[in-house]
């Protein structure tokens, strides 16, 4: 017999002031008359990723800068983990190198909004995501959110929510979204999409769900593929592999396979009516910070936040699949803005 995630469990994760606010239209103001969209200062919140040097270096050096329409990284505030070891040790590092590129270090996250139009959350640990997210957001500057965007489903939706209700642009994706095999695939390069395969590391860090930290990507490539509407998953985990299938309510399935052995690798397979595309290889950041800059001058975010939270929702199911022994977890994404409540599971 299926097994479901026992509503009231599930609950705790998704209902409240977050999910309660429906997500549908959540950018429909415009944004033309908006002061900060003639401004092109961008601030950095956390340096404690590689991330963050990154787009760092292709905003600010001359060489790259002339493809992001004079956007530029002014200030940061480095301080991201507290306590995760691979984090905290690569701050001085970081902090330093960003210096090196003219970038200013300030002391807060509320100096760093003083000085800035728009916010590239970077931190790499998930937990202060929300704390930091509104900050911003009752600060009113539109914010892009690094992966993941929170280390809870609960938080997620709470971020989402308060920059809906407050009316901020808010955008969240990994960067293996915009390879261009999975925007080929997604643009209709082999039809109608049939199904789909993706793999990436899946490293595990204690303090988030087991996805949440890095599985992120490959999910996020599936997603890309396949688009949102999973009905119910399953997950196989052993120490060194997590295979996590699910059924879309269109009947189409996709897998995602997180690696914690082998090689460091992300990729997949699209089966479309025309044919299969093999997804990969990753090239780099690039074409996410293209979305990212064009996310700031539009105040639309590329990826619905409805999406989002999906992908945010299906990688705690695999969490309830795994702690079920591998039982089948049901999903059903309900937003009911008149009823003031909302499940995502149950």
Known sequence: MRKTLHRRRFIEHTTGSAMALALGGLFSRSYATVPWQSQRRIGIIGLDTSHSTAFTKALNVPDTASRYRGYKVVAAYPQGSADIESSVKRIPGYTEEVKKLGVEIVSSVDELLKKVDFILLETNDGRPHLQQALQVIKAGKPIFVDKPVAASLTDAIAIYSAARKNGVPIFSSSS??????????????????LGADTYSPATLEKTHPDLFWYGIHGVEILYTVMGSGCRELVRIHTENTDIVTGIWADGRTGSFRGTR???????????????????????????????????FESG????????????????????????QGGKPVVLQHVYDLNAGRAAAIH
């Not at 293996?176 to 999409?193: C, D, F, H, P, T």
């Not at 052995?261 to 290889?281: Q, R, S």
């Not at 639309?300 to 702690?323: G, H, N, Q, W």
């Open 176 to 193: 293996l979204r915009y390879m261009e095999s999975a925007q080929e695939a997604a643009n209709g390069k082999v039809g109608k999409i």
């Open 300 to 323: 639309k975010p590329p990826v619905t936040p409805e999406e989002t939270l999906e992908i945010y929702t299906f990688m705690e199911a695999a969490d309830e699949s795994k702690r």
């Open 261 to 295: 052995t082998g090689t460091h690798d992300y990729g997949g397979t699209a089966y479309g009516e025309k044919g299969n595309l093999v997804l990969g290889p990753f090239k780099g950041y690039d074409n996410l910070l293209e979305q990212i800059i064009d996310f």
